[in-house]
């Protein structure tokens, strides 16, 4: 099975990106690139892209992944109806209980001092 996805380039914290179609059990650094279909570079949000390429693979059932599909839905290729954007990830706290919203409000002032009165009597 295919994959269109990332293969990151460039030097030490400033990368660029190739946007390759690979085999899918491969490691991206590692696995024999079928076709290069564009190139990305994140810093200055420049994009190059064969789009007849890319919907042929899409066609032929070379699956995008998750950030390459953002960027080719954003550029307008359209994507194939088998698709499936990922689902949005929710964050959930640990020991949500112990955080500070969720404790029980603390006293007015003015009646922790009444408290303190009638505990003295």
Do not use: C
């Amino acid at each position: 099975m295919l994959a269109i996805r990332m293969q990151r380039n460039g030097r030490s914290h400033y990368p660029t990106y190739r946007i390759v179609v690979q085999e899918s059990q491969r490691h991206p650094l590692s696995g024999r690139v079928v076709a290069e279909v564009g190139n990305y570079n994140p810093a200055t949000k420049k994009l190059t892209l064969d789009k007849d390429a890319v919907e042929k693979y899409l066609n032929n059932g070379a699956q995008p992944s998750s950030r390459v599909a953002f960027i080719l839905k954003k550029n307008g290729v359209k994507l194939p109806k088998w698709y499936k954007e990922p689902s949005a990830k929710k964050s959930v706290a640990k020991h949500a209980d112990k955080l500070r919203k969720n404790q029980p409000k603390e006293a007015p002032a003015e009646e922790i001092k009444e408290a303190t009165e009638e505990a003295e009597k």
